[in-house]
């Protein structure tokens, strides 16, 4: 999150690692605002899990915000490793041609950086509801959500639409 925050309030450092057209984004700023936002409940919910599930229907929205957050985050983060991977390898094209580390850098630290972190989100955020649930039945019900949930996410990915 504290990279996205720096990008949003106007920093600069370290923005070599992007790919290098999104800078002129006149919404750079505000992508990076609501990147922070997202990243901030998702860690915010792991903690709600411990201290704010008294209620029943708190403990319902916790897992449904739980189950969203798994099939965004880990879908978008499979979907984008295996898209990076496939652009190095040659099998899809850049804007560029195809994949030269020294021009499309980007790529790189896009699939060893930014797209690790949304699988390993998506993962905890998926132990976080398997361990908030107690009977065998459930989870198995939990698993089965999560692996549907990142299945859609996976099939809108290749169908060019991307949430997150």
Known sequence: MLPHLYWAMGGT???????????????FESINGIASVFLTVAGIIGLAFIYGNKGKA??????????????????????????????????IGLESGTFTLREDTYV??????????????????????????KEARSRKIWLAACLLGVGIGLVTGLMGVRFA
Do not use: N
């Not at 450092?13 to 919404?27: A, E, F, N």
């Open 13 to 27: 450092r370290g923005v070599g690692i992007l790919k290098p057209d999104i800078l002129q984004l006149s919404y």
């Open 58 to 91: 708190t403990r319902y929205v916790l897992l449904f915000l739980a189950l969203a957050g798994c099939s965004l985050s880990a879908s978008h983060g499979i979907f984008g490793i295996l898209y990076r991977i496939l652009q190095m390898s040659g099998r």
């Open 108 to 133: 790189l630290w896009d699939l060893v950086l930014f797209e690790p972190w949304f699988l390993v989100e998506g993962l905890l955020l998926g132990l976080v509801g398997w361990y908030f649930l």
